[in-house]
């Protein structure tokens, strides 16, 4: 026997479009899945969406038997600008198949090691500013970690320059892309007729493109002009062949993808750090067993790149920290035939399914009475892999999941471990409760801290 899927009262023509927080849409989706639990569905203007919110149901929709990703509205927006790139190309679309077998095994492990250097000077620039500004300078950490973030991505994937930290504001590719996210979560709340009536947002959409485009057609065009024998990601997809159809990957597809990875691999990389400061400020225990770890293994020397396994604490840091705060919360599946989810719950093929990874990762039966703790123990060695499949997921699943994820793990694990080793890290305000901010990922928002550069530290 099916039993209905729950949902909030619904305005004629609008449906719920009310319920959901214009600027912190995961605010209201997990307000509803507190009051309507394991699964609720909305109506947005016609549109019908299924939200999961616990481990059970996330795990029977990482099937991929049964599910495959859907392009979720605010990713078909994405789509004016990376097109059929990895992380917005459909299911179906020959490109995906083409670029995803021609460009995984530049992120291996071993791949992701050679990369070490950059990522230190990178990292570098950041100490050196931190440094000369000195201990009573206020710092907001989102924009810094951004600057971190995009510089690496960029130097090690296209061994090009952004030099970011050589400006006052943020990169204005950094800035464009803020937008151009934002406004197309928007866009995918409001009722297409809308859209077409909103000239200066669309004005400003399409500038924003442009900028985005602008600079990776001036990467490729500078690559052409001065090959290089560096054999980076960008070289790969210039030159690399398809094993199984002898293809190569198309020029629009390369830029395509050149803004997928300059996309989707800076703003959740930077969230992720962002997020671990501010656990590890609200949890001065944490903080000094991981400060106690760094001092130990690395001391007073700069981080090399064997230390990168030598760091466990560091890990169960980060993985907790990806627990309670998934920089990209949410990911949309489909059903690819009419079916019952638990059994019980009918769900038609196509329709949205929503995976609320936020709520997932808080499920208590799971994670035990204190999901909402931030406790690194529960995700030492050994428990991590006790988990129950599936109930750590915020790096997406299966052949959709994260393409990025050794080349994020490494960045924040030499980001984390030389901030913490060379500064004493303040909140600006000790009372500051997490607040956040939203476009396709989630970071902190008004969070400001100083750091104190520790006496004798290289
Ligand atoms: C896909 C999270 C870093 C590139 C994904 C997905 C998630 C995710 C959840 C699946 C999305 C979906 O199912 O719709 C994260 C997090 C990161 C991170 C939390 C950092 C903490 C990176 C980095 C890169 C990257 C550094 C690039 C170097 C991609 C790409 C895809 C993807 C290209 C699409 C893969 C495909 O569909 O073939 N990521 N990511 N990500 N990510 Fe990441």
Known sequence: MTVPIPAPPSIPFIGNVTALDKELPIKSFNLLADQYGEIYQLNLAGRMLVVVNTHELVAEVSDEKRFMKKISPGLL???????????????????????????????????????????MDITSQLIMKWDRFGPNHLIDPASDFTKITLDALSLCTMSYRLNSFYLEDAHPFAKAMGDFLGESGHRSMRPGFMNTVMYNQNAKFQQDRATMLNLVDDILVNRKEHPSDKKDLLHLMMTGKDKETGLGLPDDNIKFNLLTFLIAGHETTSGMLTFSLYYLLKNPEAMRRL????????????????????????????????????????????????????????????????????????????????????????????????????????????????????????????????????????????????????TLTIKPKNFYIRAIPRAGKP
């Open 77 to 119: 927006e994405v789509r004016n600008a990376a097109g059929d790139g990895l992380f917005t190309a459909h299911p179906d679309e020959p490109n995906w198949h083409l670029a995803h077998r021609i460009l995984m095994p530049a992120f291996s492990t071993m791949n992701v090691r050679n990369m070490f250097d950059d990522m």
């Open 291 to 438: 400060r106690e770890e760094i001092d130990e293994k690395i001391g007073d020397r700069p981080m090399v790149v064997e230390d990168v396994h030598k760091l466990p604490y560091l890990l169960a840091v980060m993985r907790e920290v990806l627990r309670l705060s998934p920089s990209a919360p949410m990911r949309t599946v489909a059903p690819l035939e009419d079916t019952l989810l638990k059994g019980k719950y009918a769900v038609q093929k196509d329709i949205s399914l929503t995976v609320n990874v936020a709520a997932a990762h808080r499920d208590p039966k799971v994670y035990g009475p204190d999901p909402e703790k931030f406790r690194p123990e529960r995700m030492m060695d050994g428990k991590f892999q006790a988990l129950p499949a599936n109930a750590w997921q915020p790096f997406g699943f299966g052949m959709r999941g994260c393409i990025g994820r050794p080349f994020a793990w490494q960045e924040v694990q030499i980001v984390l471990a030389t901030v913490l080793q060379r500064f004493d890290i303040v909140l600006q305000d000790p009372a500051y409760e997490l607040q956040l901010k939203q």
